[in-house]
């Protein structure tokens, strides 16, 4: 695994494939590089991969607040991969942050691949209907992360972006480093919520003018739906693919059948 300092961050990285076109992977957060394995394998033929842990996730350098907001340090992280238009692919997160790349550096991707992006103003703005239903299902975390207990925190956000292990199957090394990681979540939580990040303000996702597939799993709670309703209504090029029987974590639980959508897109 490759590593340097990439936007001024020391940041580790892995490369998949050997395929003609160049593509970014962006993983989510608590998960490292490694989470694109599967997708890789389907996929490798056709792209060659670059994906890197983000700030405090797998190899990378701890995050430290001071650096700036995390989306936009990741975002410049992810920037200072590239040199010309590419691929951009990302998931939950790391799919905002794909999105925050090519709002302000869309020189550098040439299409965009969202899969379950959890970019909750938009939903909000476009459903404030849907609000009640949001704050219900985040209410047992947001009350953990209140309480700083890190322990309730990781099993209610893996409750309802996990892979559907249950907590209790979890191995407790594996609890313990989702528990240490509950302040990424929160670091990540301004841009996702309020938009600091201002990709809503003025013309902002309009000028997204690059091909874009949105992917989605048909067991993903329902604002991620409302999710992907704005972001159709915002990008003026964006096409929608629903993966059936999948949830949030369709690129690792459902690795194939993402790869397919991401072919069929690309046209590869």
Request: proline fraction near 5%; hydrophobic fraction near 45%.
């Amino acid at each position: 695994m490759p590593k340097g300092a990439k936007a001024g961050f020391p940041a580790y990285w892995t490369t998949y494939g050997q395929g003609p076109r160049a593509a970014l992977m962006i993983h989510c957060t608590l998960a490292h590089s490694g989470s694109w394995g599967g997708v890789a394998r389907h996929v490798s033929g056709a792209l060659s991969m670059t994906a890197f842990d983000m700030p405090g996730h797998g190899r990378s350098g701890a995050w430290d607040a001071a650096r700036g907001e995390f989306q936009g340090v990741t975002a410049a992280i992810a920037a200072d991969f590239l040199e010309t238009p590419t691929d951009v692919i990302g998931h939950s997160f790391g799919a905002t942050v794909a999105l925050r790349l090519a709002v302000e550096r869309p020189d550098l991707v040439r299409s965009l691949v969202l899969i379950e992006p959890v970019f909750f103003a938009v939903a909000l703005r476009e459903r404030p209907d849907i609000k009640a239903q949001y704050e219900a299902m985040i209410h047992d975390f947001d009350t953990a992360m209140d309480a700083g207990d890190d322990w309730a925190a990781a099993r209610a956000f893996t409750a309802i972006w996990g892979d559907g292990h249950p907590w209790d199957t979890v191995p407790v090394a594996e609890q313990r480093r989702l528990a240490g990681q509950m302040h990424l979540v929160a670091a990540g939580s301004a841009a996702l919520s309020e938009d600091v990040g201002g990709m809503l303000d003025g013309e902002g996702l309009s000028r997204v003018v690059q091909p874009t597939l949105l992917i989605e799993g048909s067991r993903s709670p329902a604002i991620v739906a409302a999710i992907m309703d704005g972001l159709t209504a915002r990008l003026p090029n964006a096409t929608r693919s629903v993966i059936m029987g999948a949830g949030h974590m369709a690129p690792v639980t459902h690795a194939a059948q993402v790869s397919v959508e991401i072919l069929r897109f690309l046209r590869v």
